[in-house]
């Protein structure tokens, strides 16, 4: 299992569901082409499941982690439609996203399943990239640091304290997700306090200096920059901007 110290920088794309195996391929090709073969950053691609194979052979010898968009908690069993860890690692991948927004709030995925799913990934010695993020209504209702200390309790409570150290948090304000809004810069500094704080009261003094926090929500080349200026922000973890070969590698070249 990888330990994710927090530097260098890390920046993860989630193709979410776009893209066949070929086009896969093609899109890794390009993005291969784009970071180079000696990037200051971490990259990681999450292509869809069908596409796993081919693009992991386009990224062969290159310089660019393959990760999945998500996992089922058990190791195997009657659960149609689903993938397992053990699947994901065959296929070569060594992250996973794990209770992205689009699936808490879009397919009723709880803070429990997120910490199963936690534990099910570092079964596989898979990264778990954990993501957090409170809605519009919770951020305008004044309960983001509550939204967010619970969804981290949630997940690293009774977690050992290496097995902390072997994962990633991403922040995703669910307001942004998709709608071209990004938080502030301070907005994000405080989000990614707070997430530093549960950490270390959950997980491990010191531990919330050393998990890398990522952020996400409609991240693109012009609004990163002012982000990764904050010593918080250990990453990125990037949608519909990691579709695009050349606005991808500008925004691991921001990194």
Known sequence: MNDWARRPRLVVGNWKMNKTPSEGAALAA??????????????????????????RAALEGAPVLLGAQNLHAEVSGAFTGEV????????GCVLVLVGHSERRHGLGEDDAMVARKLRAA???????VVCVGETLEEREGG??????????????QGLGREAARSTVIAYEP??????????????????????REALASTAGE???SQ??????????????????????????LVGGASLDAASFAKIVAAA
């Open 30 to 55: 390009a993005i291969r082409r784009e970071v180079g073969d000696a990037p200051r950053a971490r990259i990681a691609v999450c292509p869809p499941y069908p596409a796993l194979t081919a693009v």
């Open 122 to 128: 570092q079964r596989e010695r898979l990264t778990p």
């Open 143 to 156: 309960r983001t640091r509550a939204v967010l200390a619970r969804q981290v309790t949630a997940a690293y």
């Open 84 to 91: 397992s860890g053990a699947m994901l690692a065959a296929c």
């Open 211 to 236: 998990i890398p926090v990522l952020y996400g929500g409609s991240v693109t080349p012009q609004n990163i920059g002012a982000l990764f200026l904050l010593e918080q922000v250990d990453g990125a």
């Open 174 to 195: 669910v307001w942004a997700i998709g709608t071209g809004r990004v938080a502030s810069p301070e907005q994000a500094a405080e989000a990614h306090l707070v997430i």
């Open 206 to 208: 010191g531990l919330g």
